[in-house]
């Protein structure tokens, strides 16, 4: 066989699969896409994670909206976090152009026009559905971890939660964690350092401000009730297609703390509720997370960890998780370690810094008897990708260049009207719209400190009285002194025994 038959025989062989599989587009030689080899990839290893990266401009936005359109059609839900807003035009059908069909003959792939149902989301007052979480659902430890605590500081937090749950005072939103530092410093420190040991002001005062960092960033709005609920996030439409939930996160590309404490909570909150998976013939629900530098240029250590440790364990969930950034070498390596499907589309090289940059990048994937890898980095057209993969029985799949299919949707983002239109139809947008701020450790501890106050304020205005019938004035004493002593039985016969030597002595 000559080169072209034995790649279409490799990648049809490497990409074949026995199960349900969704299909990204269609496979390249030499710069030419070839109708008789496409790229599929099972449902099966959806949850093993993944990476789409490449430059600005090079189709990165098109393939999640291909990717989450061919998961929705599988029943799939998807949740994507869109930073820079243009991801919502997959609520609209899409237009057909000469210039998409004619890529979808070269891959030999049917193009359909179709829309997809979804949700809009906000961690702000943006329109959609409204996302919180409450401070005691993160827990002392995750936190801690988002604050960026050390352990000292960390230890003083689970002190506050166990203080709390000892005396029914819930921790809902940030003014509440605040109020009880401040008590727990002031007002309550006797009764904190005789049931918990004593805590230092100045540990407490750091936690203070980093509280009031993460409250700058937009958390007030983000703590409280009511609180979100990840089954919302894997609801079916009437037609068996998958919601695609669209968290619009415009308003916070310069709050990467808020960003990374959403991330996680979510992260977390899934694990916990949702039960073990396994090897599922398909995920549950699929992330995507755009922009993912954001989160991993000012993530600390401790957060770092948390990250990958949560990207480790919730694949048995039946979760994905997609980073979506320019370059690879933005994620972690111990994240990146995890990651079972990669999709690359071109990098630019414009400085030295950024040649090397190409090399490592070529060096994460497989080696490849069809390509120079960083080369063709450079070299990939507008919506065009190296892919590699899992297959069913998690082996790397051949690299691939591949010309990806267009959306099926509209590849714009949606107008004012028509997002009221999507968000006036929407259940979800009515049951979190309500904010309810019940009775929680704020009021709790506001209500302590003011009967206390009235207390003292009566003990206070009670006090004169009680001193002027125990305390009498010095004239007073004397005054009362002189009449004992002139009234008493002894000074009364002193005295008529001197009147009577004088009278006899008259």
């Keep these: 066989m000559n080169k072209k038959d034995n790649f279409i025989t490799d990648i049809n062989t490497g990409y074949s699969s026995k199960g349900d599989s969704i299909i990204l587009g269609g496979a390249m030689l030499d710069g030419e896409p070839l109708a008789e080899a496409h790229v599929k990839i099972p449902l099966k290893t959806l949850n093993r994670h993944g990476l789409i990266a490449g430059a600005t401009g090079t189709g990165k936005t098109k393939t999640i909206q291909v990717f989450s359109e061919q998961l929705s059609n599988a029943g799939i839900p998807v949740l994507m976090m869109d930073i820079k807003g243009d991801f919502s035009g997959i609520a609209k059908e899409g237009k057909e152009e000469g210039f998409i069909t004619e890529r979808h003959a070269k891959i030999n792939i049917p193009y359909n026009v179709s829309a997809f149902p979804v949700e809009l989301m906000s961690l ?137 404490t959403f991330m996680l909570s979510l992260l977390a909150e899934i694990y916990q509720k949702m039960p073990e998976k396994g090897d599922a013939e398909q995920p549950e629900l699929v992330i995507f997370i755009d922009e993912a530098h954001l989160i991993f240029n000012e993530a600390s250590k401790a957060l770092l960890e948390q990250i990958e440790t949560i990207v480790k364990l919730i694949r048995s969930k039946g979760v994905g998780i997609y980073f979506v950034t320019q370059n690879p070498m933005d994620v972690p390596t111990g994240v990146l370690a995890q990651l079972g499907l990669k999709i690359q589309h071109a990098l630019r090289a414009f400085t030295a810094n950024d040649r090397q940059a190409i090399k490592k990048t070529a060096d994460n994937y497989p080696t490849s008897q069809y390509y120079k890898t960083d080369e063709l ?96 004035s010095t004239t007073e004493v004397v005054t009362k002194s002189v009449l004992k002593v002139v009234t008493s039985a002894t000074f009364i016969r002193g005295v008529f025994g001197v009147l009577s030597k004088f009278m006899k002595s008259k």
Aim: glycine content about 6%; some cysteine; hydrophobic content about 35%.
């Design 124 to 260: 702000s007052k943006q329109n959609g559905v409204r996302l919180r979480a409450t401070v005691s659902e993160f827990g002392p430890v995750l936190f801690s971890r988002i604050l960026d605590l050390n352990d000292t500081q960390a230890g003083v937090v689970a002190v506050i939660f166990k203080y709390c749950d000892d005396n029914q005072m819930p921790l809902l939103d940030l003014k509440d964690i605040k109020k009880v530092i401040n008590y727990i410093t002031e007002e309550g420190k006797d009764e904190i350092a005789a049931s918990y040991g004593k805590i230092s002001t100045a540990t407490t005062g750091t936690i203070l401000r980093k509280i009031i960092e993460l409250e700058q960033q937009g958390g007030d709005l983000f703590f409280g009730e009511l609180s979100f609920e990840t089954d919302d996030l894997m609801r079916i439409d009437e037609n068996g297609k998958g919601y695609v939930n669209i968290i619009r996160l415009t308003d916070i590309q310069d709050k990467p703390k808020l960003f990374s």
């Design 377 to 472: 980095l450079t070299s990939l057209g507008i919506g065009e990708a190296l892919v590699t993969a899992l297959n069913e029985k998690g082996i790397p799949t051949p690299l691939v260049a591949t010309m990806m299919r267009a959306p099926q949707s509209r590849m714009d983002i949606l107008s004012d009207s028509e997002i009221d239109e999507i968000n006036g139809k929407s259940k979800l947008v009515k049951k979190y719209a309500e904010e309810i701020d019940r009775e929680s450790a704020f009021e709790i501890l506001t209500k302590k400190l003011t009967q206390a106050s009235e207390a003292a304020a009566q003990q206070e205005e009670e006090a004169p009285k009680k001193s002027s019938k125990s305390e009498p």
